[in-house]
């Protein structure tokens, strides 16, 4: 249902162009996978997909950094339409928990 893009720029510099995409390093089920960019041992982000559904009624993203190298993650709904878009900004290591993230449930 979600699909996850990260595309990583190890230039600070705002506006220059990433160095490439992420790539996934491994999945725990069907709503979480660990991305890397430089090498499949060294992890640079993980997220997860949340069912609140039950709560909320929405679906909620987790991801949290282990990089403090610049990144965007898209997260698209491909059932949806919808996507969200969330930054690691150089020198940070951020987490985004985000409640809210996407409507449409099963």
């Known amino acids: 249902r979600f ?54 009624n929405k679906w909620w993203v987790f991801s949290a950094a282990t990089t403090d190298v610049f990144y965007r993650m898209t997260v698209m709904d491909i059932a949806g339409g919808a996507q969200r878009i969330y930054f690691n900004y150089p020198g940070a290591a951020r987490a985004v928990i985000d409640v809210n993230a996407f409507t449409g449930c099963p």
């Open 3 to 56: 699909w996850v893009t990260i595309e990583g720029r190890t230039n600070p510099t705002p506006g220059t162009p990433p160095d490439g995409l992420g790539h996934l390093a491994g999945c725990a089920n069907a709503g979480a996978g660990i991305f890397y960019f430089f090498d499949p041992a060294v992890w640079e982000a993980m997220i997860k997909m949340v069912n609140g559904c039950g709560v909320n």
